[in-house]
């Protein structure tokens, strides 16, 4: 055999072998790749292995699919009432097809910067700057809806968009700080003024209710008080009662009886009256006292 078709046949195996395994391409998780055949384009591999005809078939680079966040330098934008300030925006974009984004458009992030800041100017170009500083979630809504049809053709989808910083001139930022400043004062007034009207408030229903309680205080010891009373006179008389009725079963004799009457007299003559009126029983027996009296001092004279 000859020796130099032998190795013709060899390096012909190898340029084969080499040029099959160049066919081969790896695409990665969440990319895609696109192939042009001789320049036109050919089919997209997505996620895997896949094999293409070297030469003939050429890769483009690689695409993310996955959500991309696109900050955006601020732009300065005029509202309606002819403030300018300067706005930043974050978007939240994704590639969704490969080709168009590809074919679509040229520099794809630079068309999306400058369409975000016309979209932002027209939208904040009819909003007021209270309406603009307060009205974030609208203008957002608004800007994903719009940058969202734009790109549509571009081969990508825009999730969110959002204003993240809001920056007016500084002479309207003193003015806003100012009126905020004397809102918060204005509240802090107002504040001050309920909690010493509820104090008020509250200390006169606490004296009303204290006068309430002391006058209950007073009117239950007076009704205790005039029932003690009654209650003592009641014993008392029952006393009394019982005693006399016991005196009564006693049937006491005259000599008892005359005695008490002295008690009684002895009782009369310590008080402070001047006018004693006794009874005729009890006259008799003071009459025989003085009788008595007498017949005691003639000796005693003598």
Not at 118 to 138: F, H, Q, Y
Not at 200 to 227: C, P, S, Y
């Amino acid at each position: 055999m000859d020796q130099p078709g032998v190795i013709v046949g060899i390096v012909l195996g190898a340029l084969a072998i080499i040029y099959f395994f160049s066919g081969i391409k790896i695409v990665k998780q969440s990319t895609a790749v696109i192939v042009e055949r001789l320049g036109k384009y050919h089919r997209t591999l997505n996620t895997g292995i896949h094999y293409i005809w070297p030469i003939i078939d050429k890769c483009k680079s690689p695409i993310s699919l996955k959500e991309q966040v696109f900050d955006f330098k601020p732009q300065p934008v005029i509202t309606k009432d002819n403030v300018t300030m300067q706005i930043d925006t974050v978007v939240f974009s994704q590639i969704t097809d490969p080709k168009l984004y590809t074919y679509g458009v040229e520099r794809p992030l630079a068309a999306i910067e400058n369409l975000t800041a016309t979209t932002l100017r027209n939208i904040v170009g009819d909003l007021e700057l209270d309406d603009t500083l307060t009205s974030r979630d609208t203008v957002n809504t608004e800007m994903r809806i719009i940058l969202d049809e734009a790109t549509d053709p571009w081969g990508i989808k825009i999730n969110r968009v959002e204003l993240k910083n809001i920056l007016p001139p500084r002479d309207i930022q003193e003015a806003m700080e100012k009126q905020m400043r004397a809102e918060r004062e204005r509240r802090e007034q107002i504040l001050r003024a309920e909690g010493e009207k509820k104090a008020n408030i509250l200390v006169a229903e606490g004296e009303k209710e204290a006068k309430i309680l002391r006058a209950e205080a007073a009117k239950t010891a007076r009704i205790l008080e005039a029932d003690a009373e009654k209650e003592a006179l009641i014993e008392e008389a029952e006393g009394k009662a019982k005693a006399i009725e016991l005196i009564n079963k006693a049937n006491p004799n005259a000599a008892y009886v005359t005695l008490q009457g002295f008690d009684a007299l002895k009782v009369l003559a310590n008080g402070n009256s001047t006018k004693i009126i006794v009874p005729s029983e009890l006259q008799n027996v003071a009459g025989l006292l003085a009788a008595l009296t007498e017949t005691i001092k003639e000796p005693t004279k003598k």
